[in-house]
């Protein structure tokens, strides 16, 4: 995959969100319990935790995106500064890439459950990108610019919400990527 996440407009987040929940469904969709479940080891995820990760961040990315809408008025001395968000906006999605070698370690509260998840979580997952989607295409495009919000994992992390969007965007191909790379394990369960 060789995106610039960086660059993407509005309608080309819509379109890797599509992209990546028809690319999910194709691949996992026909996996077995067991093997949604399966992981070669463990200290890394099976193909149910990836997408549950992704849920959990996905919702939390929509939460912070709407505080930052509602108080578009009120912003943090982080949010106000010229040019900080911008790096981070950058940086963040950069670092999220597909593409990107550099592991990166996840906060506990998006640590996706050590147990079985259900496989139904597939289809949560591309659900709510249509949600994200659509809630994306009711945005006002100056808003994606000029709004900064506070990224869930640190309050001193901000960046407009285009950044955010394309962030989410990178963030699911990089899970997807992962998940992939579970079902080509050679010792994957057949």
Not at 135 to 149: C, N, P, T
Request: contains cysteine.
């Amino acid at each position: 995959m060789t995106t610039d996440f960086t660059v993407l407009t509005a309608a080309g987040v819509r379109a890797e969100l599509a992209a990546v929940s028809a690319d999910a469904r194709a691949t996992f969709g026909r996996l077995d319990e067991r093997q949604f479940n399966w992981r070669a080891g463990d200290a890394t995820w099976s193909v149910g935790q990836c997408l549950a990760h992704l849920l959990t961040v996905n919702r939390s990315m929509c939460v912070k995106m709407a505080d930052a809408l509602d108080s578009a008025g009120r912003r943090s001395i982080a949010q106000r500064l010229p040019f900080l968000p911008g790096v981070f906006g950058r940086m963040l999605v950069r670092s999220q890439a597909p593409v990107s070698p550099r592991k990166i370690k996840t906060a506990q509260w998006a640590q996706p459950a050590a147990s079985a998840i259900d496989p139904r979580v597939l289809g949560e997952f591309a659900d709510y990108n249509s949600e994200m989607s659509a809630r994306l295409q009711a945005l006002d495009e100056r808003d994606l610019a000029r709004v900064i919000m506070v990224s869930p994992f640190a309050s001193f992390v901000v960046y407009s919400l285009m950044d955010g969007w394309r962030l989410i965007a990178a963030h699911n191909w990089r899970h997807v990527e992962q998940a992939r790379r579970v079902i080509q394990s050679p010792a994957f369960p057949g």
